[in-house]
């Protein structure tokens, strides 16, 4: 709350410091003004002065908080400058020339009065409501307690000329600035004492305490935190403990029964205890600060810590590393964990040049009132010219048209054609030594890390993780229609990978008396992953849960993350029932991987581990793959949903662009590629409007927003072309909008799964058509199949051999044997031959 202006003439500069602490001051245009101006400073500019748009608008960018101008001034700059940094200057009598268009577009007005009729200011307050209203005298009425009162009382605040103000005693022509100041404040304490909040200058609070009229007035003219103790009188603060502060603001609170001192607290802390804060330790952003502090001034040699203070090039390459980290994080979790690195680093080259949080945040202050703003273009050194598809996490307005990016496959060059094929880049090393201590948790601490992490991740407390066969009813409730819609999906996959099922032998003789065999056995004991991120999918529990059933898996454990509420969704139990399930973890992440690649106390140990998943999951799957502790396989490397659609001319606008945002719904990262064979501009365009129309009627427009405006359109001229970029593509999704599309088949070389012609959505491939949406993506569709039936079978060879084979074989293998040194293999042998 603003108690007075003052209005500093030049020779009245050493009021400044005092002023500067207790509120916004005034200074008029026509002196001159400091190089840096106090924070909260208004420019008063008179009627004498010609209006220059760029000076007005170079004050702002300079740091002045607000312009008071005349109405000459105010008429051009409301076109230019918003309100909440405009004030009018106007004479009392000239309330009649302010139009609606100007008092609507200020927030503020100081009227210039030959006296003060508090009737008269009460009325024009009226005429400016929900505006502030500054009040001048001329010729100067002389400043009182009681004048400050009455017009706060009114809704407006009083202009005092520094001439008018002193640090001294009040007289009949001077105020002292403490008086002034206190002249609003009430207390409903007996003792008359106002509560006093003390903050950082960060904002953050350090304790409460108590003030007086005495310790207040102190306070503004020394600097010093002086407060009022209930026991001992006046107490300046670390004149005993040398914890010393030095006041940097005080304010009144909104209804002026409480004060808010903010202080740069020197020595141990505010708190008795030698703390910084009576309410604790710091955390955060203070804490990181104070930490850097102390390691700045006594880090052990040789310490990491010491090295970053006196190697400014370390220091300078782990900031840009971390930046590019945070750049390519996409999801909330990395993005977090990311953004923690910079900051600790950037505030660690702060430190070391003895800049602090107060300052960065002065800065963030000081360009918010920029009215000028820069283009917001990278530096040559940090743009591409090369068209490689944007970042991750593309920036798209919200009233903006939801589109593609599009090149010409024809004029494109050799590296921005494979900038085209590149997906996002998974950091593996980095990805897998973020997860590694959480699967160390969990393989060390079973049971009770498992809920401890998945309390810390998926922000559910449970007293247990795993539910077990026979399923409680009431966890199965769907929609009858989802149950019908379901038994479909369930009886076309079901049929479809019952075909693909190994049940027979083979029986090959390789030459007489010599039988080679190989019959399949189904892998005893399987994790089925399904994600629970941004969207519910009990398809992928039938995709994964079927084959297992068919093949003939002895346990299938399925590990889905729970809800807020500690339940999983009913659709994924009601499907977890439908396959047999032998267990279902509640649990996601790598959290959720460690727990079936090792198992823990309830939960069973897996043989081989399935399903998609983010970063987090498909980093702990490949990191648990390779330790031979656990013996555990997986089924492929995984990474975004992705899906490249082929059209010509033939195909519907609608149909495509409904394939396309199909696919880009999954997350923000989804891979989307329309690969258009001499498509017209016509053509094109209408493409571009359907995808615009339907995604702004979905209700995961946020998200297609962003994978949308990162996806691009790849223009070629004929179908052999498009398929060459689709093969060196290899997308998990294929569909092909293509006149005699059946044909073109025989084109696809790497895909994960493919869709024939216009009335094959992905969506049937995804649901219920019988094949199996669980495909490689990132390329890995060249040496990956998606997964099947086989995919849960391991297949055995045998051999027999008769004597009168083994005496026709047997010389050619101890022959070979003996090539290689290895003299008890042809022994093998020849201990038989001659028996």
């Known amino acids: ?449 498992l809920l401890e992490l998945t309390a810390k991740f998926d922000k559910v407390k449970l007293e247990s993780t795993v539910l077990l066969p026979p399923f409680s009813p009431e966890t199965m409730q769907v929609d009858p229609q989802v149950g019908e819609a379901i038994s479909t999906a369930y009886a076309n996959i079901r049929k479809f990978h019952e075909a693909q099922a190994d049940g027979t032998t083979l029986t090959v003789e390789t030459m007489p008396g010599v039988v080679c065999s190989r019959f399949a056995r189904p892998i005893a004991r399987v994790g089925l992953y399904v994600p629970g991120g941004t969207a519910i999918l009990p398809s992928t529990a039938l995709m994964l849960g079927i084959p297992a059933q068919v093949a003939g898996c002895k346990d299938i454990v399925i590990a889905t993350p729970p809800r807020q509420d500690g339940s999983i969704s009913p659709e994924v139990m009601y499907v977890a029932n439908l396959v047999g399930a032998s267990a279902v973890l509640k649990a996601g992440g790598a959290q959720a991987v460690a727990a079936l690649a090792y198992g823990t106390e309830s939960v069973p140990k897996v043989d081989k581990i399935f399903g998609p998943g983010n970063q987090w999951v498909t980093a702990a799957k490949m990191l648990v793959q390779n330790d031979t502790d656990a013996l555990v396989s997986i089924d492929m490397p995984a990474g975004p949903s992705e899906v490249l659609v082929i059209a010509d001319h033939t195909a519907n606008p609608a149909f495509v662009a409904a394939d396309l945002l199909s696919q880009a719904e999954h997350g923000v990262d989804s891979q989307v590629v329309l690969v258009a064979v001499n498509l017209d501009a016509e053509k094109l365009a209408a493409i571009e409007k359907e995808v615009d129309v339907q995604a702004h009627a979905l209700s995961r427009v946020d998200i297609v927003r962003v994978s949308i405006g990162k996806s691009v359109i790849v223009k070629v001229e004929s179908v052999e072309e498009a398929f060459r970029f689709s093969n060196d593509y290899a997308p998990e999704h294929l569909i092909i909008h293509l006149q005699d599309a059946h044909d073109t088949v025989a084109f696809v070389e790497n895909a994960g799964s493919v869709f024939v012609g216009p009335f094959s959505p992905e969506s049937c491939g995804d649901y219920a058509s019988g094949t199996n949406h669980t495909l490689p993506t990132n390329g890995y569709a060249r040496q990956f199949s998606g997964v099947n039936t086989q995919s849960f079978q391991k297949h055995i060879t045998s051999q027999e051999i008769t004597q009168t084979g083994l005496q026709k074989l047997g010389p050619v293998v101890a022959t070979l044997a003996d090539c290689e040194g290895l003299e008890a293999h042809a022994n093998a042998v020849r201990i038989r031959l001659r028996d």
């Open 1 to 449: 709350m603003t108690v007075f202006l003052p209005l500093i003439e030049s020779d009245h500069e050493p009021l400044l410091t005092s002023l500067a602490r207790i509120g916004p001051i005034a200074l008029p245009l026509s002196h001159s003004l400091p190089s840096t101006l106090p924070p909260d400073t208004y420019i008063l500019i008179d009627n004498t002065q010609p209006f220059v748009l760029e000076d007005a608008v170079s004050l702002l960018d300079n740091g002045a908080s607000k312009l008071i101008a005349p109405l000459s001034w105010a008429k051009e700059l409301i076109e230019v400058i918003s309100s909440d940094r405009l004030l009018l200057l106007l004479d009392v009598g000239n309330i009649s020339a302010v139009s609606d268009k100007v008092r609507n577009a200020v927030s503020g007005v100081l009227l210039k009065t030959p006296s003060i009729d508090l009737d008269l200011i009460a009325s024009i307050s009226k005429f400016f409501s929900g505006s502030s209203v500054y009040v001048l005298s001329t010729p100067s009425t002389s400043p009182t307690v009681s004048l400050i009162r009455g017009l706060l009382g009114i809704g407006a605040i009083a202009v005092i000329p520094s001439s008018q103000l002193t640090t001294g005693p009040s007289s009949p022509t001077q105020l002292n600035i403490a008086d002034g100041f206190i002249a609003p404040i009430v207390s409903d304490r007996p003792d008359g004492l106002f509560p006093t909040v003390v903050c950082s200058e960060t904002g953050h609070s350090l304790g409460l305490v108590y003030s007086s009229p005495e310790s207040v007035k102190e306070s503004i003219l020394t600097g010093k935190g002086v407060y009022q103790s209930r026991k001992h009188g006046l107490w300046r603060k670390g004149e005993t403990s040398g914890a010393t502060q030095d006041v940097v603001a005080i304010r009144l609170d909104c209804d002026s029964d409480s004060l808010e001192f903010t202080v740069r607290q020197h020595g141990a802390g505010f708190c008795h205890l030698n703390r910084q804060s009576c309410f604790g330790a710091a955390r955060g952003l203070p804490a990181l600060e104070n930490t850097l502090r102390s390691r700045f001034e006594s880090a052990p040699e040789g310490s990491y810590t010491n090295r970053l203070f006196n190697d400014p090039e370390l220091l300078r390459s782990k900031i840009m590393e971390e930046a590019d980290e945070l750049c390519r994080a996409d999801n909330k979790q990395d993005i977090a964990f990311e953004a923690a690195d910079l900051l600790y680093f950037a505030l660690t080259k702060c430190i070391s040049a003895g800049v602090g949080i107060s300052q960065i945040e002065a800065s963030l202050d000081k360009k918010a009132r920029r009215v000028t703003r820069r283009t917001g273009n990278a530096k040559p050194q940090w743009s591409k010219a090369a068209p490689p598809p944007p970042p991750a996490k593309a920036i798209v307005a919200e009233d903006a048209p939801i589109r593609m990016r599009s090149y010409n496959l024809v004029t494109v060059s050799t590296d921005e054609r494979a900038a085209l094929l590149r997906r996002p880049v998974l950091k593996s090393d980095e990805m897998i030594n973020k997860v590694k201590p959480i699967v160390e948790q969990v393989r060390a601490g079973g049971d009770a890390a």
